[in-house]
Every structure is written in C-alpha cells, then in structure tokens.
C-alpha cells in the first residue's frame, strides 16, 4: 500500500512540475525573441574600400563596420577606437590613403556601386538639376546594393543618393530656397538607406535612415556612416 502511495505521488509531482517546467522554457524564449527583436535608432560606421572599374563610374566594395544602437554587431575586423580615430583620415591633407588603409584589420567583400553622371539640360523630363544655378554639371547618382556580413547574421541594404564626384565645391539649391555647398568627394544633401532583411539573428529585419559619404584625401578608401531606425517585420 506505502508502495503504491509513494508512486502515485512521485506521478503527481511530475504530472505537476513538467508543464511548469515547459511554461518557464516557453516564457524564457520568449524573452529572448522581444530582446532580439527590439526597434530603435542605430548607427553604422564603416571604412569601405572601392575598386573602381576603368571610369571609376562603378566599383566593387569592400568594408569593414561598427554598428551601435538598437543592435550592435561588427565585421572585417574595424580598428577605430572614438568617432576622432574614425574620421581622422579624411582630415589629413596628405597620407589620407595610407591612414584609411589602416582602419580595417581583415576587410570583408560588401558589394557595389553605380554612378551616373548628372544628365544634361532637357534629357529627362523630371529631371531636377543638383547645381544652385540650375544648369547640368551638379552632382552624380549614386546607388549601392551591399551586404553587411556581422558576427551575428547577414544585413542587405541598398543606399541612394547624390555624390560630388568633381575637385570643386558644388552648391546645391534645397527645395525651401537655401543653398548647401557639397565638398569634393562627399554624398550631396540627399543619401538615404534602406534595410530590406537578413540572416542570422537579422531575419526579418527591415530599417531606412540617411547616410553620409566622404572619399576627401582618401579615395579608394571611404568613410561611410548611416544613421536611422530598425524594426523587424517578424519574429523569429
């Protein structure tokens, strides 16, 4: 009879204590999907490395990044210390190149770019000159697909925007009347980037922001920085 008491209990506890253990899995995974899955700003630094076809109107990429915010992860081994580190080649009148090739530890390949040149009076019928006079020879087109591959997934992101490919300052007319002058070798007043998903512990992620270019003293090398939101459109 003592027997078949104590195995009864023994069947209760564990009739009782399973689905709680089960429930405690459950909830744990479920913290740990919110946690991975959180929305917020972000930033990405990254240096990449161009090598430009005959033209330099295209080139595949290389980089290497920090990103910080609402996820952070890194790839091809970034060796900046500060935001001062980061942007301390573009400051150099000379050595720049030098300086730049020395911010990635173990580049990684990222993808490429297109650009085109700024289309000439009448070409495109919506075509809206860069130059604050009005007349061609504004700024070039630019548009990259890229893969940014982190220790924790793989990121695909598209960037679009306006870039002074010449020596000399270019001023831009905004819509609301004001004139910005665009720096040799820099994005113009518009780059803007969209996040379209990933692998990894990036599946589903999605993001948009805007973004800023400098090639200034050390082109093939470019300074990259993108600022914006991510959300995912899932979760995992």
Do not use: R
């Not at 919110?34 to 430009?52: C, D, E, F, M, R």
């Amino acid at each position: 009879m003592k027997k078949w008491t104590i195995a009864g209990l023994a069947t209760a506890v564990v009739a009782v204590l399973v689905p709680f253990a089960v429930v405690q899995v459950a909830s744990a995974g479920t913290s740990t999907v919110k946690q991975q899955h959180q929305a917020g700003a972000i930033t990405i630094q990254s240096w990449l490395y161009a090598v430009p076809s005959e033209n330099v109107m295209s080139a595949t990429v290389w980089d290497c990044f920090k990103i910080t915010g609402a996820i952070t992860d890194e790839g091809g081994g970034p060796t900046w210390t500060n935001d001062t580190s980061y942007h301390a080649p573009n400051t150099k009148t000379s050595g720049g190149v030098t300086a730049a090739s020395a911010e990635c530890a173990d580049k990684v390949p990222a993808g490429g770019f297109i650009l085109v040149p700024p289309p000439e009076a009448g070409q495109y019928q919506f075509a809206q000159y860069t130059s604050a006079t009005g007349s061609p020879g504004g700024l070039s087109t630019v548009y990259a697909v890229h893969t940014i591959s982190g220790q924790k997934g793989d990121i695909y992101i598209t960037f679009a925007g306006t870039y002074n490919m010449t020596d000399s300052v270019v001023p831009v007319k905004l819509s609301n009347g004001t004139t910005v002058a665009v720096q040799p070798l820099t994005t113009g007043p518009q780059c803007t980037w969209l996040i379209t998903g990933g692998s990894g512990a990036y599946a589903g992620l999605q993001g948009s922001g805007t973004c800023f270019a400098n090639a200034e003293n050390t082109f093939p090398w470019i300074n990259h920085t993108e600022q914006g939101s991510v959300w995912w459109s899932s979760p995992s």
